[in-house]
């Protein structure tokens, strides 16, 4: 493959919730922004990726994003949100750049098609390589962390838990065991509608709120990891109780936790408060034990075990001393610490279990593809506009 005319590859991990864009061979990506477009209740304007996080008052946005169920199904508006995403990083326009598109395991042929339609016609690329990022995520570690035996072979499981899902990855140099992939139905989008259930029927109905509602489920929630002392403690005392405050629209543009604030006698509230106790770890439980709302599916921890266990026993030492957590809710607090004691008693006693996290979880797929557009691999993987008019996508 012949590099693009302006040399330039730039990088995309395009997420269920947010687009991250920057050029190869940087070290972060250079923005991060909604992957969704939106409008103001009411209002006439078309909102694109940041657009939505200028906005004074999230909670009067209206919210539709171009990925269903981890798949794209809005390739127009995708595509307008990555021209979005791509202004401030290339000079001009996408036009002539080569382009690195994490995409989801198992995307249908059409998805493929109406992918590279929107790529090469649409924003006019000249080069294109997909990979998925639960590879790319592990590249990433494996940099971080080299001299680990399963870093050498490029080999571990990555547990993708992202907006959509929530993905178990086994790979082994450099290459995903797909038969031993496992899922999840359930990523932050699923446990934003539950805890938007929670709060609703227990104190103020915010089914309205889906965007304020993914906020404040990231801005208080904690894995337990001791669930049964942590439910005693929500029902006996305070300690684990805050507030968030909600936006007004007016004086109050961004809500906020704080701790409990008392109201003397007499006294009432200036301010709209959510009161948040046993929701703040009951939410992400749902990954360990989705039939709490009537999954028909094995927790995260059985999930991994059930995949390393599809492999070759000779490979389960090295896959289990390397689990990467990434993705959104790997920024859950205690979510590492959680799953490692859940799966410790499922794998063989003689096999070391290590869960390991990067530096930053939800760049981390798209610090790996950074690293692979800058390298020679690129260039001999990637598909040009011209071997998709003569051959089709591949």
Not at 84 to 93: E, F, K, T
Not at 108 to 123: D, G, K, N, S, Y
Not at 147 to 175: E, M, Q, Y
Request: with cysteine; net charge neutral; glycine share 8%.
């Amino acid at each position: 493959m012949a590099p693009s005319a302006s040399g330039q590859v730039v990088v995309l991990d395009d997420g269920g919730s947010t687009i991250k864009v920057g050029l190869a061979g940087q070290s972060d990506p250079a923005r991060i922004l909604p992957n969704a477009t939106g409008k103001v209740k009411g209002g006439p304007q078309l909102l694109i990726g940041d657009d939505i996080d200028a906005q004074a008052d999230i909670s009067s946005l209206s919210i539709r994003r171009p990925i269903e169920k981890g798949y794209v199904v809005n390739w127009k508006a995708q595509a307008q949100i990555i021209d979005r995403a791509c202004r401030g990083v290339l000079p001009h326009s996408t036009k002539g750049c080569s382009m690195l598109l994490t995409e989801p395991l198992f995307t249908l042929p059409a998805i493929q098609e109406a992918r590279c339609q929107a790529v090469f016609e649409t924003l006019g690329c000249q080069a294109l390589l997909t990979l998925p990022a639960p590879l790319l995520a592990l590249t990433q570690h494996c940099a971080e962390v080299p001299n680990l035996p399963a870093s050498r072979a490029h080999c571990g499981v990555v547990v993708d838990a992202g907006f959509s899902f929530t993905h178990v990855v086994p790979i082994f140099d450099g290459k995903v065991m797909k038969s031993a992939v496992r899922r999840i139905d359930l990523g932050g989008k699923a446990l934003t509608n539950y805890l938007t259930e929670l709060v609703s029927y227990r104190s103020m109905d915010m089914r309205e709120e889906a965007y304020l509602m993914e906020h404040i489920k990231n801005a208080i929630s904690f894995v337990s990891t001791d669930l049964k002392a942590d439910l005693v403690k929500a029902k006996t005392s305070s300690k684990l109780k805050v507030e968030y405050v909600l936006p007004d629209g007016l004086s109050l543009a961004r809500g906020f936790v704080r701790e409990p604030v008392p109201l003397a006698k007499g006294e009432t509230r200036t301010e709209q408060v959510l009161v948040l106790n046993n929701e703040r770890f009951l939410v992400p439980e749902l990954i360990f034990s989705p039939s709490d709302i009537g999954l028909q599916q094995a927790g995260l921890p059985q999930m991994v075990a059930d995949s390393v266990m599809a492999t070759h026993p000779d490979l389960w030492p090295l896959l289990f001393s390397n689990v990467v957590v990434c993705g959104g809710l790997a920024t859950c607090p205690d979510f590492q610490e959680r799953l490692l004691k859940d799966l410790r008693p499922l794998v063989p006693d003689h096999i070391k279990v290590d869960v390991w996290k990067p530096k930053d979880p939800i760049a981390a797929a798209w610090q790996g593809g950074s690293r692979v557009g800058a390298s020679a691999q690129f260039a001999h993987l990637a598909m040009t506009k011209a071997d998709y008019e003569e051959d089709g996508i591949r």
